[in-house]
């Protein structure tokens, strides 16, 4: 290939990606993977920030980075659409859990407003306005695809989830409904416990650093979960947008190093910190027992503990033929290890 060739082929192979949900936890991480990754990225500015002036300065500083701001509101559905139709690729990344706004089900605007803009433009369009259309393997290769809000548990095997948890994986399956019926190219990117969350309280509740002194374990503490560095999971979600392989699929996270059990992660912190905790190990009957008597939002979260660290929802399936493995499509992406990531408690 000649370098100008060579050149076109990675200028024009790059997507036009806009992100719904931007300023959010998960959100601000995918902005920035997208722009590391060499996309043009846009990001949904809100008319609802009103002077929330964390968000907007957020904002400002995705646009320092080369990030487009579109203007645009969930109530005005053709401010919607003029933002869809910017781009090849959307990901929604809004809230999904109880003590956070959960508006998991306002995604169905967004797959109205795609379906309205005549799905996600297809990229072959833009490389034949560029005038190098001549070569039509090029045109073909690309796909448009919508990503919506997931990030979690695979919602399409929690049919038996714990209410009020529940409702997170039943609006998500009815997101992906409106997206199939609509026959809207689709990448299901389920996530790993994200780091954040379930790593450096060691699976705690109601806290996000290490117990000093003593430690719930669930069950035994051996059922195995997936522990994550937020920023991989964002690696990884846009390395799939334009993955033919990830098309209208379901992508998993996995990497060996990262499966760990709970026990296990509390080895990994007793040695790093030199302190051994006191371990009281809870049984299933007591963790279902002790949620009665929460709020809504903490039940809610309570359920999706329960079914992760009792019930091994993220680990205790074979990956179907729906279905690809992170790890095993991207070697290339080295995810941060536990073992690193707890070091900064210490
Ligand atoms: P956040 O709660 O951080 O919210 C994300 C964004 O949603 C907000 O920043 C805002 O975006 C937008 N938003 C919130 N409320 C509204 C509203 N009323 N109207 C319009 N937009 C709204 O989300 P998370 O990053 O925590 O969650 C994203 C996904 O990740 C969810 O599907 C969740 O289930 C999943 N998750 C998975 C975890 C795991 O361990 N695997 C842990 C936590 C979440 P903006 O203002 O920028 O427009
Ligand atoms: C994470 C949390 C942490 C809840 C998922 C209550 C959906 C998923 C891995 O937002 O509700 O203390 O899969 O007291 O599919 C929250 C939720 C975790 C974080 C669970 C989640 C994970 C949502 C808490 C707490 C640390």
């Avoid at 706004?101 to 797959?111: C, D, E, P, W």
């Avoid at 416990?193 to 069950?219: H, M, W």
Wanted: hydrophobic share 35%; aromatic share 8%; proline share 3%.
């Amino acid at each position: 290939m000649t370098l100008e060739k060579h050149q076109n082929k990675r200028i024009m192979g790059k997507s036009k990606v806009l992100v719904v949900g931007a300023t959010g936890y998960i959100g601000k991480r995918i902005v920035k993977a997208s722009l590391d990754q060499g996309h043009t990225t846009y990001v949904l500015q809100r008319h609802e920030i009103g002077l929330d002036i964390d968000k907007l300065q957020l904002l400002l500083s995705f646009k320092k980075q080369g990030a487009r701001l579109v203007e645009g509101s969930f109530s005005d559905q053709k401010s919607l659409v003029e933002a869809v139709k910017k781009v090849d690729v959307v990901i929604c990344t809004l809230s999904g859990v109880h003590f956070k706004s959960h508006s998991i089900l306002m995604q169905l605007k967004l797959v109205d407003a795609i379906k309205e803009a005549g799905n996600v433009k297809s990229l072959s369009y833009d490389l034949f306005a560029y005038g190098k259309g001549s070569d039509s393997r090029l045109a073909t290769k690309h796909v448009s695809r919508f990503l919506p809000s997931e990030f979690g548990m695979d919602p399409a095997r929690m049919g038996h989830a714990l209410a009020p948890g529940r409702e997170t994986f039943d609006q998500k399956m009815i997101v992906r409904k409106a997206i199939e019926e609509a026959k809207i190219p689709f990448t299901y990117v389920t996530a790993s416990c994200f780091a954040g969350y379930f790593v450096g309280n060691l699976s705690q509740l109601e806290t996000l650093t290490p117990p000093k002194d003593k430690i719930y374990l669930y069950g035994d503490g051996n059922v195995k979960a997936v522990y994550m560095d937020e920023d991989d999971i964002a690696t990884f979600t846009i390395k799939t947008i334009d993955d033919p392989r990830t098309l209208n699929k379901t992508l998993y996270m996995r990497p060996p190093e990262n499966i760990l059990s709970q026990r296990k992660l509390v080895e990994i912190w007793e040695k790093l910190s030199g302190k051994e905790l006191e371990k009281i190990i809870i049984s299933g009957e007591e963790f279902l027992a002790s949620m009665e008597d929460k709020d809504y939002a903490a039940k809610g979260g309570m359920g999706h503990f329960y079914h992760i660290s009792y019930e091994g929802s993220l680990t205790n399936f074979e990956i179907g033929e729906d279905g690809e493995e992170a790890s095993n499509l991207y070697p290339e992406v080295i995810c941060t290890r536990m073992d690193e990531y707890l070091k900064i408690f210490l």
